[in-house]
C-alpha cells in the first residue's frame, strides 16, 4: 500500500522521463532524472498523503534517492 | 596553514513552468518552504513573472547548495536566501548550517548571477574559500596553453 503511494506520487511529481513501474526499490532515482525541485514536490505531496512533515535532518538527497529509502523515510515518521 | 584561496562554482537550472505548477498545486506551503519573506516580495508581478523569479532564486538556491558540498543533511532552503538590493543585482545570504556549512569550508565571499528567458531559469554561485579541503594533487608540470579557437 504505502509502496503503491510512493510510486503513484513519483509518477505524477517526479518528472521522470521513464515509467515509474520499472523502477526498482532499489534504483537510484536521481540518476532516473529525478531533479532537486521535483524532489521538494515529491515531498510536498507524501506530507500530503501520509500526514507527516519532513523535518531539516531528513531533507538530505539520500532521504529520496529510492523508493526504498523513501519508504524508510516514512516508516521512520508514521512509526510502526 | 594554507593561505591559498581555491574558488567554488556551482550552477543550476530549472523550468519556470515546474515552479508555477509547484505553486498552483501546493500554494503557500510549497512558497513557505522554500522561500524567504524578503525573496517572496523580490518576486512580484503576473504569475509568469513570478514564477520565473522564483524559479531563478531555487536555481541560486540549489546552485549554492552545490558550492556548500554538504555532507548527510542539507541545509533548510530558507537558510539559502537570494537578497535583491535596491539597484537590481542580487547576493546570497546564509544562516543556520547553511552558514555553518561556508564556515567550515572557509568561504569569506559569494557571488552569484540569476537569470531567466522563457521557460528555463539558471543561476551561476562563485565562491572564494580556503584551499585546505578543495587542494589538488600538483604534479609540478608546467602549465600548457590549450587554445580555444577564434583569433590570436
Given amino acids: 500500500m504505502m509502496d503503491e503511494s510512493i510510486r503513484n506520487i513519483l509518477a505524477e511529481h517526479g518528472n521522470l522521463p521513464l515509467d515509474v513501474a520499472k523502477i526498482r526499490d532499489e534504483d537510484d532515482l536521481y540518476q532516473a532524472g529525478l531533479t532537486s525541485h521535483a524532489s ?22 539520500s532521504t529520496f534517492e529510492s523508493v526504498a ?8 515518521l508514521t512509526g510502526p | ?16 513552468h515546474q515552479v508555477a505548477d ?6 503557500t506551503r510549497y512558497l513557505q518552504r522554500i522561500y524567504t519573506e524578503h525573496e517572496l516580495g523580490s518576486c512580484e508581478g503576473s504569475p509568469a513573472i513570478r514564477a520565473a523569479s522564483l524559479a531563478a532564486r ?5 546552485a549554492t547548495i552545490k558550492v556548500l558540498r554538504p555532507v548527510g543533511h542539507q541545509p533548510d532552503w530558507r537558510s539559502v536566501e537570494v537578497r535583491r538590493h535596491s539597484a537590481g543585482f542580487c547576493t546570497m545570504a546564509l544562516s543556520g548550517h547553511a552558514a555553518e556549512l561556508a564556515d567550515q569550508a572557509g568561504i569569506a565571499d559569494l557571488a552569484v548571477s540569476l537569470t531567466h528567458e522563457g521557460d528555463v531559469a539558471a543561476a551561476v554561485v562563485v565562491a572564494l574559500c ?15 596553453p590549450v587554445h580555444c579557437g577564434g583569433a590570436e
Avoid: Y
Fill in chain 1, 69 to 76: 529509502a523513501i519508504r524508510v523515510a516514512l516508516s521512520a
Fill in chain 2, 22 to 27: 509547484s505553486v498552483a498545486r501546493f500554494g
Fill in chain 2, 58 to 62: 531555487f536555481a541560486a538556491k540549489e
Fill in chain 2, 130 to 144: 580556503d584551499s585546505g579541503a578543495d587542494a589538488v594533487e600538483r604534479s609540478g608540470a608546467p602549465l600548457v
Fill in chain 2, 1 to 16: 596553514m594554507s593561505t591559498r584561496t581555491a574558488i567554488r562554482v556551482g550552477t543550476d537550472v530549472v523550468a519556470v
Fill in chain 1, 40 to 61: 521538494v514536490n515529491v515531498m510536498l505531496a507524501l506530507e500530503d498523503e501520509f500526514g507527516v512533515e519532513f523535518p531539516e535532518t531528513m531533507l538530505c538527497k
